[in-house]
């Protein structure tokens, strides 16, 4: 087997290919940001009737329950399924590479089985720890229950990532979501089930989803167990357990301060904030980073590799940076008229929350010499400076300004994150990046929007207009004070005369690089 383990020379593999893969990268990531953006949309129709139907104290304990399971998931997964991506493609035989996903898979499913089947014994004992109240342990057994499928759907979802199948990662979970919130719809509004409701719809999807995406992926791969992949994957996996807790922490743990500092209420107006704050990783980051974590690898073999970084971090943070302005500047109307008048207090960390999402993507992709070079021990250090940032900013700002100070400690500690990866990441990988052109973009933003922020208007529909005004202006005052060099401005210029021609100025921008 270890004469097998070299990258393989796929038909999809970057390196294969003569030129930069602008239009693979456009095409695969539309694709994840098209079926997350549809996703995203039904599930913010819930707005409506969660705050309708739920208080912010039950939208408080919703976000401790999941926040809970997932950091219980992180620490038993052992990162089986971020190994999974990196050792499909070290293999250049299809049935190696199913050995691999099979083996994970059933690891997964035992593990997850096993402790989560356990830890429903406990719920009491969870439920008087994270809510106060023992009487709440049937919440936690509901998705105790649920997390046992976890596995079952996250492992076969980085299998259809890895063959590059987007379409087919989209629609599942498209179907995932339809049924949860049909569910939800049916348990919270028609039978006034409350908190009961979204768990019990939760676990109804996972079953269901879990239960075919496992089936599905032993089809397609057999079942089959090797324990020298297995080890392979915890190996590359183990030392990533730490950094995904560690950036656990770094997203949820204000929660928990929030909960000890001031009550369940404010936890769930700082949830609702966050939610929105979080959609430009949701459907930009996100997207991008599942379909450049397969590419990257083999990207970095070529000969214009620093060309093709460089351009891909520059643009994909200006488009992050332009998604957070335009979302912080409509956001106060957005949450007035989407939510009752107890959650409206929300609108005010979703700029910050903005910001920290910026520089988490930042700090993704900055990170690539880490990953390329498998020193992941550094991606730990770097996450344990930025986890000791943000417990003592937590300490520090939470008892004092609430729910802000809890998204300006998410900033404080997503910055010592990013610098850290970063400082390590050149060492191994060097890359000359656009600091200039990203800080003049995200310096005009922020000028911008408290300009618009300090303007009050109380008519709605004139809010509206001038909101649209001030995102109108912010891309052409970066095209007129020169952020976009000749060559993208004559991008531009055909893209806006000629939106169908995307696919032609692709193909334009890739001859000209």
């Keep these: 087997m270890a004469g097998k383990s070299t990258i393989a020379e796929h ?36 707005i409506p ?5 739920l208080t912010p104290a039950d939208y408080g304990i919703l976000e401790l329950l999941t926040m809970t399971s997932d950091v219980i998931a992180m620490l038993i997964g052992v990162g ?52 106060d109240s023992a009487d709440m342990a ?111 922490i770094l997203t949820y743990s204000d929660r928990y301060f929030l909960k000890f500092y001031t009550d369940l209420n404010e936890v769930g107006i700082y949830s609702l904030g966050y939610k929105f704050g979080m959609l430009v990783s949701m ?32 643009y994909s943070t200006l488009l992050s940076v332009v998604f957070c302005f335009a979302l912080s500047i409509y956001i106060r109307n957005i949450i007035e008229i989407m939510a009752m008048e107890s959650y409206w207090p929300a609108y005010k960390v979703v700029p910050l929350v903005c910001l920290a999402y910026i520089v988490m993507g930042m700090q993704g992709f900055a ?25 003592a900013l937590n300490f520090t700002l939470i008892p004092q300004w609430g729910a802000v100070g809890a998204a300006l400690a998410t900033i404080g500690s997503f910055w010592v994150r990013f610098y850290t990866t ?21 310096f005009l933003a922020i000028v911008l929007l408290v300009g618009r922020y300090l303007i009050s208007i109380d008519n709605r529909i004139l809010s509206l207009l001038i909101d649209t005004g001030f995102v109108i202006i912010y891309p052409l005052i970066l095209y007129v004070i020169g952020w976009f060099n000749n060559r993208e401005k004559e991008l ?18 890739k001859e000209n690089a």
């Excluded at 990531?29 to 079926?35: A, C, D, E, F, H």
């Excluded at 997964?108 to 830890?119: D, P, S, T, Y």
């Excluded at 379409?167 to 339809?178: A, C, P, S």
């Design 367 to 391: 990170g690539c010499g880490i990953l390329i070079s498998k020193k992941t021990r550094y991606l730990a250090y770097s996450t344990a400076f930025a986890v000791a940032a943000n417990v």
């Design 138 to 248: 049937n919440y936690f057994t509901i998705i105790f229950i649920t997390m046992m499928f976890f596995a079952g759907i996250e492992i076969p979802l980085v299998y259809l990532r890895a063959q590059q199948r987007s379409i087919y990662f989209v629609v599942v979970n498209l179907v995932k979501l339809v049924i949860q919130l049909s569910l939800n719809i049916y348990f919270i509004v028609v039978l006034d089930w409350g908190v009961l409701g979204v768990l019990y719809s939760g676990l109804i999807a996972s079953v269901a989803v879990g239960s075919f995406l496992s089936v599905k992926t032993f089809m397609d791969t057999g079942l089959r167990f090797s324990i020298d992949k297995f080890r392979e994957l915890l190996r590359y996996g183990y030392p990533l357990l730490f950094t995904n807790l560690g950036a656990f």
């Design 283 to 314: 459907l930009l980051i996100a997207p991008f980073h599942q379909y450049w974590s397969a590419e990257m690898f083999a990207a970095a073999k070529r000969d214009d590799a620093p060309k093709v970084f460089r351009d891909f971090f520059t």
């Design 492 to 509: 531009i210029t055909k893209l806006v005369r000629n939106p169908g021609k995307i696919t032609g100025v692709v193909k334009l921008y």
């Design 422 to 442: 970063y400082r390590y990441s050149q060492r191994y990988f060097y890359l000359k990046y656009e600091w200039y052109r990203i800080g003049m973009a995200l």
């Design 11 to 46: 038909p999809s593999d970057p390196a294969s290919q003569k030129h930069t893969s602008y239009r693979r990268i456009f095409t695969h990531s539309s694709i994840y940001v098209l079926g997350m953006l549809i996703s995203k949309v039904v599930g913010f129709v819930m």
């Design 80 to 131: 089986l399924a971020h190994a999974v991506m990196r050792f499909y493609y070290n293999y250049k035989e299809q049935d190696d590479r199913n050995q691999v996903v099979s083996t994970a898979l059933i690891a997964g499913l035992v593990i997850f089985v096993a402790g989560f089947g356990a830890l429903t014994l406990e719920s009491g004992l969870a439920a008087k720890l994270i809510l």
């Design 49 to 53: 009737i969660y705050t309708r139907y």
